[in-house]
């Protein structure tokens, strides 16, 4: 069958790795998407390789220029360079205000047509976001217009990344339970530790780990806590009596708390779908528990004066609005002060008998936010209707000349 070419065939995504995992996490899903299911030519700016190798193994950390996976990855070295108008694809995305190189944003200016140019902004749930969803934003000297695109979670703003098959797969993993106990098996984790309850911890240092741990101790569930290498070292070390390495073990009453090598990024929605329940954090991995379709409590970024407060209420208000014993937890796992103050002696307990429940609420939630569409085809769509108009100006001023 001969399809018509596509109006758009090119695109660069450009990704500063402000910390972490998440930056290049996004970019990277993002990237391998608009490659694989609409054939389109990506290059992937990135500045941070080291970190993109964590969770792409097969990136190089000291080459320029790099085909990994289909899609064309430079290493973002600095925003000097010069670039020409052939550089220039038919769009172009910044990802979370990353400021473009000056002479590539001339370069842009100087196209015909013009690139569509997108800032990819980070995800809330607050209800401004969908006011902002789709802004312009013209640049101050040159006759370039940047659009802003939200992800969120609501029909008003571009929705939440999923790739095409990505529930069928988690589906039958999970209906598969020796898949399921072969991948941990993989993993180091014993047959025992598949056993019990599973859960995976991935949350920044501030967390109160250690009363989570002594709660989960002294209960009366077995507990297998998984913990990818690198995540809450100090609380993990204490727990464990030894350095946090991939392999390291110990149980403690009810607790067995095991390091594993942080996986790559398909491996670690595996994971996923393979636990009982889910600490994420930051946003990759918050998405990620949501399509996994099992109980998950967020770790959200930090900011300055309490802002992520805010934006969790707004979360948990959407997501969690009728179970209380998700909200308390998710609160006081993000040190949000509530009245009465909460223990996890008393938390646990309750979260532990609504995870059932919580988990088929899941899938209700899944199929609300399938409804908003895939972030990755309402972000093209949105796109190539910019660049229609484009086009369509560029004719009618041709005409009027
Ligand atoms: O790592 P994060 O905290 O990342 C971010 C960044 O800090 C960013 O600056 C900030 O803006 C954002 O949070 C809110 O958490 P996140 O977003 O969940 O990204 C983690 C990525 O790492 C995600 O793509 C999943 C991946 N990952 C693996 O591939 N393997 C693993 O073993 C683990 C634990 C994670």
């Known amino acids: 069958m001969n399809l018509p070419p596509s109006p758009a065939r090119s695109l660069a995504l450009f990704c ?50 790099q085909q990994v996976g289909g899609v064309t990855v430079c290493f973002w070295r600095d925003q000097e360079g010069t670039f020409v108008p052939d550089d220039v694809p038919d769009i172009v ?19 015909t047509p013009r690139p569509v140019w997108l800032n990819l902004e980070g995800l809330s749930a607050e209800a401004w976001v969908e006011g902002c969803h789709t802004l312009p934003s013209p640049h101050p000297r040159l006759p370039l217009t940047k659009h802003f695109f939200f992800p969120g979670f609501t029909a008003q703003t571009g929705g939440l990344l999923h790739e095409a098959g990505l529930l069928e797969q988690r589906l039958q993993c999970q209906r598969d339970p020796i898949a399921s106990a072969t991948f941990l098996a993989a993993l180091g984790v014993t047959p025992t530790e598949i056993a ?29 806590c998984l913990v990818p290498d690198g995540v809450a070292t100090d609380a993990v070390s204490a727990f464990l009596g030894e350095p946090a ?17 942080f996986v790559a990024q398909p491996d670690y929605d595996r994971l996923l779908w393979a636990c009982d329940l ?28 309490n802002l992520h407060h805010v934006k969790l209420r707004a979360f948990l208000q959407r997501y969690a609005a009728g179970t209380a014993s998700l909200t308390a937890a998710a ?25 059932p429940a919580i988990a088929r609420e899941a899938t209700g939630w899944q199929q609300q936010m399938l409804v908003n569409g895939d972030m990755t085809a309402n972000l093209l769509k949105f796109a190539l209707a910019l660049r229609s108009v484009t086009k369509e100006n560029k004719v009618q001023s041709a005409v009027a000349r």
Not at 35 to 63: K, M, N, Y
Not at 93 to 111: D, K
Not at 245 to 261: D, E, N, S
Not at 278 to 305: C, K, L, M, T
């Open 278 to 305: 889910n600490f994420v954090r930051g946003e990759d991995s918050f998405v990620r528990a949501q399509w996994a379709g099992r109980a998950f409590i967020w770790h959200i970024y930090p900011q300055d004066e």
């Open 245 to 261: 390495v991939p392999g390291a073990v110990r149980t403690v009453g009810a607790l067995t708390v095991r390091v594993l090598k």
């Open 93 to 111: 995305i910044e990802f979370f205000g990353c400021e473009l190189p000056p002479a590539y944003v001339a370069a842009m200016a100087q196209c």
């Open 331 to 355: 609160l006081c796992w993000n040190g949000v002060d509530t009245q009465p103050a909460q223990d996890w002696s008393v938390l646990w307990p309750r979260l532990l008998a609504d995870l």
């Open 196 to 224: 019990a309850l599973k859960v995976s911890l991935f949350c920044y240092p501030h967390a109160p780990v250690a009363a989570l741990f002594e709660a989960w101790q002294h209960g009366a569930c077995a507990i297998t």
């Open 16 to 65: 500063k790795v402000v910390d972490n995992f998440g930056d290049i996490g996004i970019c990277w899903r993002l990237a391998r998407q608009l490659q694989h299911e609409h054939g389109i030519a990506v290059t992937l700016w990135v500045d941070d390789l080291v970190s993109f190798r964590r969770l792409c193994p097969p990136v190089q950390i000291d080459v320029d220029v």
